[in-house]
């Protein structure tokens, strides 16, 4: 079973940045596709961004041009730059495979203050 850990949370202003990072165990992250996902209170949770085994990115229109999927196979670890943070972005984040197999991690927690 994959195991997902996220970090780098916590609150930020309007207008800030934050970096997410999940790192996976042991080395499953070059044969799959990733993605962040998010859920704010009373909501589904949705995919944000994605990106592929071969680094292929997408983004879901409501973070395009603000948030940034890499990933780093060599350090198991796969990020989520947030830029120009607004305050509908306040969610908990997970990252989990593209489409959404593994177990769910316990998610970051981020609140972008008005």
């Known amino acids: 079973q994959v195991q997902l850990v996220e970090s780098g949370g916590g609150l930020v202003q309007a207008g800030g940045s934050l970096t997410l990072s999940c790192v996976t165990a042991g080395s499953i992250l070059p044969l799959v596709n990733m993605g962040w996902y998010r859920q704010a209170p009373g909501k589904q949770r949705d995919l944000v961004a994605s990106i592929s085994r071969g680094a292929r990115t997408n983004y879901a229109d409501s973070v395009k041009g603000r948030f940034t999927i890499s990933r780093d196979n060599a350090k198991n670890t796969v990020y989520l730059q947030m830029n120009s943070s607004k305050p509908e972005d306040t969610a908990v984040y997970y990252c989990?495979?593209?489409?959404?197999?593994?177990?769910w991690g316990q998610g970051t927690q981020v609140t972008v203050a008005a």
């Open positions: 989990n495979t593209v489409p959404p197999v593994a177990a």
